[in-house]
């Protein structure tokens, strides 16, 4: 049986009774040096971190941005060292699926470093710090975003060199680079260079932004932050300018909260785009590197810098007045943290009893007339209550089947595996349903087109298929090989013989040799000679035969010596009866039987 596994992730479905509750929002974390993403989900009073299911998730780059859609259904990372985006679906739950024709390479880019997504979540923006294009610019691409997250080409300019940052509004975007702050017009995905506004002899290291201003933080001595205000035709002009003495380490991240502004450095407030330093924000050991907001809770959190062991995580809880406490004890993550970003699901988790099943559906293709396939459901009990499963159940096709170990009560959050799997007798469209039934119930779709030939395989016969012997002797039959569907490889043979005091051998060219015993032949005739010698006159011939006689029975019995007598034969023969010769043929991972009737008589 050969198994393949095959599974077409479509999302997930919800199966909930009672009240519902707000959107779920997660945290992702990109980590550079372990080339996973974490994701966490946030408790919504305490801003405490749980993993979410499957977490951390493999990356195939180097990830260093992350970016989701208002609606929580996709999140984008810029893999730094492969020149390319990935993008992945958000399910109900937090876990990541990468969609297929992922990660897509950006033409020209070299190291991609900052990702921003327009406001209807249609097009992506991604700024890289080099250009094979010009070797003296950076480069800024757009991308159209489809349902499924497919990203399409729209078109690419070029952005000052060393891009370390992007932001867009409903019009206009702006990338931020080693010497210059580049403005842009959008439309539709197309941009055009506008303003540029020169930053020569400065060094600049982040850029955020909101739909009035933008926020530049500065890689100088001080902490040093700017604002600009953006005017109607996208113009930038200069509102607030803040130097803090205090500060002695450079600003690298920026995070926006309501009327605050977040760094690494401190906090500053902002009332129409106009800066106020309210406080230092140095409540980890050493200054954090990446950050983040909730957007709709009061939450923060800042990422441990790349000097720091283990790696941590740090959920901080935001005041009225803007300061910030540890809400709960840093989480230990894998890698060094480069970029985090809260995404909010649009599906609302329910209360009480609820599961749902991930995948949502499987599909088993492609797939061929005679293979075996298998996939796995998984049932996550998502409420705040146990799910009590009375049966879990197929219906529809009977090429499918399930098994499964789940318990008859599922804890909140446990999680229960059920396989199933596809074995196509013919072609044609199969469909079917996995099917829960509890306190809460649902099913899966399952589906299957077989189509084309079916894969190489193999039969076994064998000529003659039946044979009679007496004991003693040896019988042949011949293994006969059938090839199916273009099958060409080797078959290695074995026997096993059901018969008593007999022996099977099979040859490499499928010719098996059966061989039975008799040994109870030499008694009886001896005996025969000696009555036979008996009824003839004792003439001079009687003397010659009756020794020989003698000497055969003497023969039988040990001879004629004073010694120890030997014990005596016991006649072995190969009882009479009815017996089977089985013959297994073995190529690969194909196995196939055949048998051959053997009567003794």
């Known amino acids: 049986m050969k198994i ?52 951390p998730f493999r990356e195939q780059g180097d990830p260093v941005a992350l970016v989701s859609n208002s609606t929580g259904t996709f999140l984008f990372v810029a893999n730094q060292m492969a020149d390319s985006v990935s993008v992945f ?37 991604v700024a ?127 995070a926006f909260s309501g009327n605050f502004l977040y760094t690494n450095q401190g906090t500053y407030s902002v009332a129409n785009g106009v800066l106020t330093f309210t406080g230092l924000n140095w409540i980890n050991p050493s200054p954090p590197a990446p950050l983040t907001a909730s957007p709709t809770q009061p939450f923060l ?34 890698g060094v943290p480069t970029s985090l970003v809260v995404a909010s699901t649009a599906s609302i988790p329910p209360t009480n009893p609820a599961f749902v099943f991930e995948p949502a559906s499987l599909n088993f293709n492609p797939v061929s007339v005679g293979q075996t396939l298998t996939g796995q459901v998984q049932v996550i009990s998502t409420g705040s209550s146990p799910l009590t499963i009375n049966s879990i159940s197929i219906s529809g096709s009977a090429d499918f089947s399930e098994t499964n170990t789940c318990p008859a009560s599922l804890p909140p959050v446990a999680i229960c595996p059920i396989s199933v799997t596809f074995a196509p007798s013919a072609p044609g469209n199969f469909t079917a349903s996995l099917n829960l039934v509890g306190n809460v119930n649902g099913s899966v779709p399952l589906s299957g087109d077989p189509s084309g030939p079916p894969p190489p395989d193999f039969s076994l016969s064998a000529t003659p298929s039946s044979m009679s012997i007496t004991a003693g002797q040896t019988v042949t039959s011949q293994i006969n090989v059938t090839p199916l569907n273009g099958f060409n490889g080797q078959v290695q043979f074995t026997c096993a013989d059901s018969a008593p005091l007999s022996t099977c051998a099979v040859s490499s060219a499928g010719q098996i040799n059966v061989s039975t015993t008799n040994t109870a032949s030499l008694l009886p005739i001896a005996i025969l000679l000696i009555i036979g010698i008996g009824t003839t006159r004792l003439k001079a011939r009687k003397k010659t035969a009756l020794v020989f006689a003698s000497l055969i029975i003497l023969g039988a019995c040990g001879g004629g010596s004073t010694g120890t007598k030997p014990p005596p034969v016991v006649p072995q023969r190969t009882p009479n009866g009815n017996y089977s010769i089985v013959i297994t043929g073995t190529s690969g991972s194909l196995t196939h039987q055949t048998s051959v009737a053997l009567t003794v008589q």
């Open 4 to 55: 393949v596994s095959v599974i077409a992730l479509l999302g997930l479905s919800v199966f909930s009774v009672g009240a519902q509750t707000p959107p779920q929002q997660y945290l992702y974390i990109a980590e550079q040096n372990s080339h996973t993403i974490d994701g966490f989900a946030i408790n919504g009073t305490t801003g405490a971190l749980t993993a979410v299911l499957n977490s």
């Open 89 to 125: 679906t958000i399910s109900s739950v937090g876990s990541l699926q990468e969609i297929a024709g992922s990660p897509f390479v950006i033409t020209d880019a070299i190291q991609p470093s900052a990702l921003a997504i327009s406001s209807d979540g249609k097009f992506l923006f």
């Open 128 to 254: 890289s710090q080099f250009s094979n294009a010009n070797p003296n610019a950076g480069e800024l691409d757009s991308f159209s975003i489809s349902a499924n997250g497919t990203l399409t080409p729209v078109n690419r300019v070029p952005a000052p060199i060393l891009s370390l940052g992007v932001s867009v509004t409903a019009t206009n975007a702006y990338v931020l680079g080693s010497d210059a702050l580049q403005a842009y017009s959008i439309n539709q995905g197309v941009l055009t260079a506008t303003n540029l506004l020169s930053l020569a002899g400065t060094s600049p290291a982040a850029l955020l932004g909101t739909s009035s201003f933008l926020f530049v933080a500065w890689n100088d001595a001080y902490g040093h932050n700017d604002s600009y205000g953006i005017q109607q035709d996208g113009t930038l002009s200069l509102v607030s300018s803040f130097n803090n003495q205090q500060l002695f380490n450079t600003i690298s991240n920026l």
């Open 301 to 334: 959190f800042e990422g441990s810098e790349a000097q720091s062991q283990p790696p941590l995580v740090y959920p901080l809880l935001i005041a009225k007045d803007g300061s910030v406490t540890n809400s709960e004890p840093p989480l230990v993550i894998n």
